[in-house]
Each structure stands twice: as C-alpha cells, then as structure tokens.
C-alpha cells in the first residue's frame, strides 16, 4: 500500500493537482470527466478557500478506512488515461448525485509512475487553505 498527501488547487471553476515543478503546462494538471465533480463535493462549504489536500492511498486491493471515497480501475491505456468506477458510501458530488466513474489522465504517471489498480481518498485527512500546503 502507498500512501501520498495529494494537493488540488481550484482556479477560475475548474481544478488542477497541484504540481508546481510539473515542467509540462498547466491545462495537463486539470481534473475532468468526474474527478472535477468529486473535489467540488469535498470543497462544498469551504467556498473561501482555494486548495484542497487529502491523503490517497493505492493499492493492488481495496484498504479499509473508516471514511473513504474509492474508485476501482476497470480500464487503461498508457497515453489515455485510466477510467475508474466508484466505490463507498461517500461517492457524491455537489448535486447529491453518486459519483459513479472518474477518468484520469496520464499525468497520474508521473505522480504513481503507473495508474494504480485502487485509489482511495482518506475523507477523515481532507485540509482546506487559502494557500498551497507543502509538507
């Protein structure tokens, strides 16, 4: 199991992982197609606050946490990304609606250097800032 403290930043309604050494441009960083939906659920009632971090932990096999959004790889490819289904109680976005599948782009190569067969979003670590937090 690796864990990893996770950052996001929301800028003009849309979000991006927060990579400020990412050598690639920033379009690259943003999350889309459900993962967008997801950070937007998590952020709900924090509107004065601009970052997000959370610990995310992957695995080959589900981890037990008391609090948890997860999401299970049921496809990739290597330059196309990784689609991902929903899993746990928690999986709603800002409309009340399930958070049923989420896509992630290649740069999640660069931060797992591959797409990991489970990610899971501990709810319980989930820190909000007007600033980027580095640990």
């Given at each position: 199991m690796t864990k990893k403290r996770l950052t996001f930043e929301r800028e003009n309604g849309g979000w991006y992982i927060y990579m400020p050494m990412y050598p690639g441009?920033?379009?690259?960083?943003?999350?889309?197609?459900?993962?967008?939906?997801?950070?937007?659920?998590?952020?709900?009632?924090?509107?004065?606050?601009?970052?997000?971090?959370?610990?995310?932990?992957?695995?080959?096999?589900?981890?037990?946490?008391?609090?948890?959004?997860?999401?299970?790889?049921?496809?990739?490819?290597?330059?196309?990304?990784?689609?991902?289904?929903?899993?746990?109680?928690?999986?709603?976005?800002?409309?009340g609606r399930k958070v049923e599948k989420i896509w992630l782009c290649p740069v999640t190569l660069v931060v797992y250097q591959h797409y990991p067969k489970f990610i899971q979003i501990d709810l319980n670590t989930i820190a909000y800032s007007k600033t980027p937090v580095t640990d």
């Open positions: 441009p920033k379009h690259n960083l943003a999350m889309v197609a459900g993962a967008d939906d997801m950070l937007d659920h998590l952020m709900r009632g924090h509107d004065d606050m601009k970052y997000i971090s959370f610990d995310v932990y992957t695995d080959s096999k589900p981890t037990s946490l008391d609090s948890q959004i997860g999401f299970e790889r049921t496809s990739f490819t290597l330059l196309g990304g990784a689609h991902y289904n929903a899993f746990g109680e928690d999986a709603i976005d800002n409309h």
